[in-house]
C-alpha cells in the first residue's frame, strides 16, 4: 500500500493505493467511497480487491474540506463528514476522478484498462465519471442513483454498467425503470442485480458486526459477481 498525493491543478487529492502481488502487469479500477469519506471499510475493501490481482486506487475525495484543510480522518465526526460531502460539486468530482484516471494508467504495474467501482454516494459519481471518460472498460455502480445529467447523456458511456442493489432499498430501486430505460434507448448495457432482503450499504453493513443474514448472503453474492465480471471486461 501506499498513499500518494495526485495533482489537480493546485489541489492535492490525498490517494490510497493498493497494489496486487503478481509479476505481471494489470487493470487498475478506481473505487469511489460512500459519504462517509475514505474510511477504513473503503480501504480494506480497496486491499481485498488488491488481493484479487487489480491494482486500486481510492481517492479521498474530501481532500482539503476538512478543518485545516485535512481529508476525511480530520473530520470530528462522520456527521461533519457527509455534511461537507453534500458541499462538493459534482462537476469538480468528476475531474478529481479523471486526474486520479489520468495517474493510475502512469503506473508502471499497470497494464491500460481501467474500471470505476463506487458505493451509495460514490455509485452515483460512476454514472457521472461514466459519461465522461471514453476509456472505461467497465462500470460499477453499487446502489448509487444516475443522475438526469448522466442519462441524457447515456449514449457517450463507452462500456457496460453492471448495478448491485439490495432489495430492501426502496428509494434507489425507484429509479432503475427511469435508469434502464434511457440505457436501453442509448444502445448501452445496463445490467442491475437486486440483492433479495438486502438494504443499503449492503456492501458494508454485510461485512461489519453481525450482519442480518440478508446483507451477508447480499455481499457475498455481489462480491462473486464483481470479480467475475471485472474478469470478464478486462480480458
Known sequence: HEWVEVKRGERAIHTFVAFPEKSGKTAAVILIHENRGLTDWVR????????EGYLVLAPD????????????????????????????????????LHAVA???????????????????????????????????????????????????????????????????????NATLEKTSAALKAAGKIFEPVIYDGAGHAFMRLGEEGTPTPANKAGMEKAWERWLALLGEAGR
Open 102 to 172: 489520468d495517474y493510475a494508467k502512469t503506473i508502471p504495474a499497470a497494464n491500460g484498462t481501467l474500471f470505476v467501482s463506487g458505493f451509495c454516494w460514490g455509485g452515483t459519481r460512476v454514472w457521472d465519471f461514466a459519461v465522461s471518460r471514453a476509456d472505461l472498460s467497465g462500470a460499477f455502480v453499487f446502489y448509487g442513483t444516475a443522475t438526469d445529467d448522466a442519462l441524457a447523456k447515456a449514449d457517450k458511456i463507452p462500456c457496460g454498467v453492471y448495478g448491485f442493489f439490495g432489495g430492501n432499498d426502496a428509494r434507489v
Open 44 to 51: 480494506a475493501t480497496a486491499d481485498k480487491l488488491a488481493g
Open 61 to 96: 475525495l474530501l481532500s482539503g474540506a476538512a478543518p485545516g484543510g485535512g481529508r476525511t480522518k480530520d473530520f470530528a465526526s462522520s456527521d461533519a463528514a457527509r455534511e461537507a460531502i453534500g458541499k462538493l460539486k459534482a462537476p469538480d468530482v468528476t475531474a478529481d
